[in-house]
């Protein structure tokens, strides 16, 4: 076996990288890597497929987020079983159609050694939400996340009118990137430099003060409004009022309450 880690391949680990960025963008960089870290390993040992482990649950969480981030080119290519056919490296998914419990029975049931728990990095990770909302809808409807696979296979999306990414190398370190310079270079750079968040394409904050100042005053805010029953704790616990929820019952209501007045 052959095993490679991000201190050997970037110079940096996934607890470093968390201290540096904190808790929130911790999936951005720790993503990147571990797709450049499999095609760096399947080159080291002259691999000519990748195949991973993605399951039925991990893909329909995927078109889910697709689907919510507007990410139309990822839509098709997140279900097909098989990508990258063209390129040096291609890569498939072996238990596409496989749930997620059903491995887990079978790890069991053969006595394999597998990883039960969920990455200490990832309780604020967007999929994490994702994941609650399907195994709510599997809940009532039990074929749910076959078919989000199913719907996201049939889609036909026209790109005719669109300028798609092609691949191409990285100028930098050589691997296939959608850009002249891939993401993990662009990341590792912010990291080296101290700029992760110009890295991730947001803006560079240059006065931490005031913001720590900011956040102070609104947990006191928050506090006060708890004591003098403004607002639930619960409420609190997102640091966001509950917003309101305006459906045609109600707008329907307040029509009837103008006409009314007037």
């Not at 749910?144 to 199913?150: G, P, Q």
């Amino acid at each position: 076996m052959t095993i490679v880690s991000y201190k050997d391949l970037y110079g940096w680990t996934m607890d470093e990288i968390v201290k540096v960025i904190g808790l929130t963008n911790n999936c951005t960089f720790c993503g990147v890597f571990r797709r450049q870290a499999l095609d760096r390993g399947a080159m080291l040992i002259k691999a000519d497929k990748i195949l991973t482990g993605h399951n039925a649950d991990d893909i329909a969480e995927t078109v889910y987020m697709n689907i919510l981030r507007g990410d139309f080119f990822r839509l098709g290519k997140c279900v097909a079983i098989e990508t990258g056919k063209d390129g040096p490296l291609p890569r498939a998914k072996p238990f596409k159609y496989t749930y997620e419990k059903e491995i887990v029975m079978y790890a069991h049931f053969k006595k394999l050694d597998y990883f039960s728990t969920e990455c200490i990095y990832s309780p604020n990770a967007y999929r994490g939400y994702v994941r609650e909302l399907i195994k709510d809808l599997e809940a009532t409807r039990p074929s749910t996340i076959i078919d989000i696979i199913h719907s996201a296979e049939s889609v036909d999306i026209d790109t005719s009118a669109v300028k798609m990414p092609k691949l191409q190398e990285c100028t930098r370190c050589g691997f296939m990137s959608s850009n002249t310079i891939c993401k993990a270079c662009v990341l590792l750079e912010g990291l080296n430099t101290g700029k992760t968040r110009q890295a991730m394409g947001r803006k560079e904050t240059t006065n931490t003060a005031d913001e720590e100042t900011k956040e102070t005053a609104s947990i006191e805010q928050q506090a006060t409004e708890i004591e003098t029953g403004k607002i639930t704790d619960t409420e609190s616990q997102t640091g966001l009022q509950k917003p309101k929820i305006t459906g045609p019952l109600e707008i329907a209501h307040e029509e009837e309450e103008k006409n009314t007045s007037n």
